[in-house]
């Protein structure tokens, strides 16, 4: 079978925690890694509320000055003094100080992270990270860190190289789960940064941790969504990651399809899948979770962020045997591509194209398909438009056809406008598409010579070409 993949991923933006927890999705970056930064929420019970414990029991006078902190506001004019306090040797004053500095990064705009990695608090803050006597201060230390984390490539590294990725691996374990989450999402930043990064999160072991903290607490609907995009960053990129790291995160994913309902969270734990299913000897394993029949009710959705991705997990699945296109199709896909194949985005036409191509590999699935004459009309409108990349997967289609399918089939998708848009492309298209069109030629003339057909209209247009 003829077919390849699109290497443009989905969108590549960074999301933060606001004021009331919503996901703010901002900078494009490349390949398709979320980033995000926490932002503050007043009525959080972990952060501005009272807390119950800070150290010890008896250090009731630090727990209340903890408290009353939790109250205030900053600003970046207290930068200065914060910081000083975060570089005494006095416990009240390392609270306040790191209070204070996770809350001026947390603000949506003019976050001072260049100046936190300036004035070098990034190697304090990690050693806040390792006070498991201090569990407050460990919690704040994180976060502050977790900001830093969504800023640029070079704020990350200034992390990464201080050995950040070991210190947050670190808390994933036999922490309180409020320290164990924000770890999580530190870890999901700096998976973002790309494949070598989030290599060495895979190496330490993270995902299984991650997988192990979700599963312990089943019923919490906020860890799990937090969780699931962090794991989404850990399973992308180029390369691959290896199989035997993300396996374990496979049963999250296919749980995700059925119980997310934050639809950003949806789309990454579905792009996630698109590289679970990118490797043919996983397609059985994939099909076997019960994934396609998800997948296809998800089409339904709105989202670009759903349907993309959801449309590249089953045009993956389409590269594999004639038996799994065939399940797919009994899954009722054809409907959902009659539809989708008029939506006016590009990306979602191009997905659609590129399946059709991979799909049209047998009689059975030929005759299937031309029973839904608007997706042939459509093909042929696409043929004749400047998309130039949409085009060449509708000649795959039409090569495909040629070559699979019954002359009842050929005469039901060719038409005399067919012959003049190919004269077309062999007059003046590109050399692709040129040799495309060839082979479609040459294999609509094998088949119509094969049923008898010779010296028809196909021979008689064809010569005008």
């Not at 089953?314 to 896909?333: F, H, T």
């Not at 194949?341 to 659609?352: D, M, V």
């Not at 012959?419 to 003046?428: A, N």
Request: proline share 4%; glycine share 4%; hydrophobic share 40%.
């Amino acid at each position: 079978m003829d077919s390849h993949k699109w290497k443009d991923e989905g969108p590549s933006v960074k999301k933060k925690r606001d004021e009331f927890m919503t996901e703010i999705r901002q900078h494009k970056r490349v390949e398709e890694f979320m980033r995000s930064r926490q932002i503050l929420k007043p009525d959080d019970p972990n952060t501005d509320g009272k807390i119950t414990s800070v150290d010890n029991p008896e250090m009731a006078h630090l727990r209340e000055f903890v408290n009353e902190n939790l109250k205030k506001t900053f600003s970046n004019e207290d930068f200065s003094w914060l910081a000083e306090n975060i570089k005494s040797e006095d416990i009240f004053k390392q609270h306040l100080g790191v209070i204070g500095l996770r809350k001026i990064l947390a603000r949506k705009t003019n976050t001072p992270i260049q100046d936190v990695i300036d004035i070098n608090l990034v190697p304090r803050l990690l050693y806040f990270m390792e006070r498991d006597d201090q569990p407050h201060l460990q919690l704040e230390a994180a976060w502050a860190l977790t900001n830093v984390c969504s800023g640029s490539t070079f704020q990350t590294k200034s992390i990464i190289d201080k050995g950040g990725i070991k210190s947050f691996v670190r808390l994933l374990k036999n922490r309180p789960l409020n320290i164990s989450e924000q770890a999580i999402w530190a870890l999901g930043n700096i998976s973002a940064e790309g494949s070598s990064q989030r290599d060495v999160i895979l190496e330490e072991g993270a995902l299984d941790s991650v997988v192990e903290i979700l599963l312990a607490n089943i019923d919490n609907k906020k860890l799990w969504s937090h969780g699931r995009w962090a794991l989404s960053n850990m399973c992308r990129g180029r390369p691959a990651p290896r199989f035997e790291y993300v396996f374990k995160s496979f049963p999250i994913f296919i749980d995700a399809l059925q119980t997310e309902e934050n639809p950003e969270v949806l789309g990454d734990c579905i792009w996630a899948l698109t590289y679970f299913s990118e490797a043919k000897e996983r397609i059985p394993f994939i099909i076997e979770a019960g994934t396609i029949p998800k997948l296809v009710n998800h089409l339904r959705k709105p989202q670009l962020s759903i349907l993309i991705p959801a449309l590249r997990v089953i045009g993956n699945i389409l590269l594999g045997s004639q038996e799994q296109c065939e399940y797919v199709l009994e899954n009722g896909i054809l409907p959902y591509y009659d539809e989708l194949i008029k939506h006016p985005n590009k990306a979602i036409q191009r997905e659609i194209c590129w399946s059709i191509s991979n799909l049209v590999t047998s009689q059975k699935v030929i005759e299937e398909l031309i029973q839904f004459p608007d997706i042939i009309k459509t093909l042929m409108k696409i043929l004749e438009s400047e998309a130039i990349d949409l085009r060449q997967e509708v000649l795959w289609t039409f090569r495909n056809i040629f070559k699979n399918g019954s002359i009842n089939a050929i005469d039901q998708v060719v038409n005399g406008d067919f012959f003049e848009i190919i004269k077309s492309i062999l007059q003046e298209g590109h050399h692709d598409h040129k040799c495309i069109a060839l082979e479609a030629i040459y294999y609509l003339l094998e088949t119509t010579r094969r049923f008898g057909r010779i010296g028809t209209v196909y021979d008689l247009s064809l010569i005008h070409i």
